[in-house]
């Protein structure tokens, strides 16, 4: 200690400064790390933006009508080949979407069951064939007001750090005091309402971080009800919600919005109960389509095989712990 000629008293002091230091850099460092991370994911953010705005701009004066049959005519898409040479998507597909029509959406993962939900929302265009809305051709220059026709509700639904009221309202910003109870009764999340004391100006956190993930869903849901969306599109909606209360939204949906065409992707058996047609997805095509009952025994195969694939992840995660 004498070689430096510092005090001691000093000393321990810049040690105590620096060890308070230590915490805050590496959380400093942390988190710029995160943000170097986030940069690519910011520039699709980007460039998303700007292919929005471009069709925003392309369809300013574009008139559709309302759904009343919406057609894939030979619709393929294909994502670029990841490092196994295999690129998912759909290939040729031939199929109708009627008003008011209640359809399922089965398959195994990877089976082409999103890239079929996102050519319908128009994140993605076709590479083959042509998706028609009563015989009148979704392209670019319409696809913004096509979109102004629907509703997509994901698994895990994105919440703005605000109130309830105000992520309700994202979707419709003069929806009326009744027509968000009535969503939320919908969705079976007006009891939620009444067990929290501040109500819809309840916050919801980060993420909707304060809530639990059946209550973000329901509140998703209820927020796409309230777009009265032509075509509802549910991808996994309610996997986080018990079966029960699933049947109850469910049935309410059906009973509220008859003239709502609703596409139901799930992985869970029971939760295709409902649909008046499921179509059953393998390798990018629809290799089977019919009722609960007589596609059951097919998507018992499937949720089966889903268990199975599964069960390893389960068991390296259970041994990592």
Sequence with gaps: LGVVAVPVP????????????????QALQTQALEVVRA???????????????????LATDAILPALEVLSFDRVGYRHPRGADGAGSGVDAL??????GEFLGVAGRSG?????????????????AGRILLNGTPVTLANHSAWRDRLAYVAQDPFMRHA???????????????????RALWIADADDLLARL???????????????SGGERQRLALARAVLR??????????TNAIDIDGEQIILHRLREACPDTTILMIAHRLESLRRCD???????GRVVAQGSFETMRSRLVAVERDDATAAAPHAGQTQGAS
């Design 94 to 99: 031939d199929l109708e979407l009627r008003r």
């Design 277 to 283: 047609r499921i179509l059953l997805f393998d390798a």
């Design 10 to 25: 000093t000393l321990v002091a810049l040690l105590l400064i620096l060890s308070r230091m230590a915490g805050p850099a």
């Design 111 to 127: 089976a082409g069951k999103t890239s079929f939900a996102d050519l319908l929302v128009g994140l993605y265009h076709p590479q």
């Design 39 to 57: 940069l690519p994911a910011y520039a699709q953010i980007r460039e998303l933006e700007a292919e929005l705005a471009s069709d925003r701009g």
């Design 228 to 237: 009265d969306p032509q075509l509802l599109i549910l991808d996994e909606a």
């Design 163 to 181: 109130s309830i009221r105000e992520n309700l309202l994202w979707s419709n910003p003069g929806a009326s005091d009744a027509a968000i109870a």
């Design 197 to 211: 004391p501040e109500g819809l100006a309840t916050w919801v956190g980060e993420r909707g971080s304060l809530i």
